[in-house]
């Protein structure tokens, strides 16, 4: 097949693979869910070195972009209360670079 000229068919695929509209800390996020989850806010933000404040805002976001979906509740190991799970959303952003 001919490819025109600026054309490369494998550059359009691997395009489709890279999550361009979430930054970088939503990336590190959405990692520890995919590999953890079931996981609430708390979790993340202890596997991520962070404190729960910052990692609750970027679920949220990820959340409104259809990358995560609620998973259920759990019981905090820290706190002993309450706290709301996450897990990938079933249909949704294609994550298969992950």
Not at 24 to 41: A, D, G, R, T, Y
Not at 72 to 98: D, M, N, P, T
Request: glycine share 6%; proline share 3%.
């Amino acid at each position: 097949m001919k490819e025109r000229e600026g054309y490369k068919s494998e550059q359009i695929r691997n395009q489709a693979f890279f999550l361009t509209d979430i930054n970088n800390n939503q990336k590190k996020v959405l990692e520890v869910i995919i590999k953890w989850q079931p996981i609430c806010n708390e979790m993340i933000a202890a596997h991520l070195g962070w404190y729960p404040h910052q990692v609750t805002p970027r679920v949220l976001e990820l959340r409104q972009l259809g990358y995560i979906e609620w998973a259920g509740e759990g019981i905090s190991q820290k706190s002993k209360r309450k706290v709301s799970l996450w897990r990938i959303s079933k249909i949704g952003k294609q994550l298969s670079i992950f």
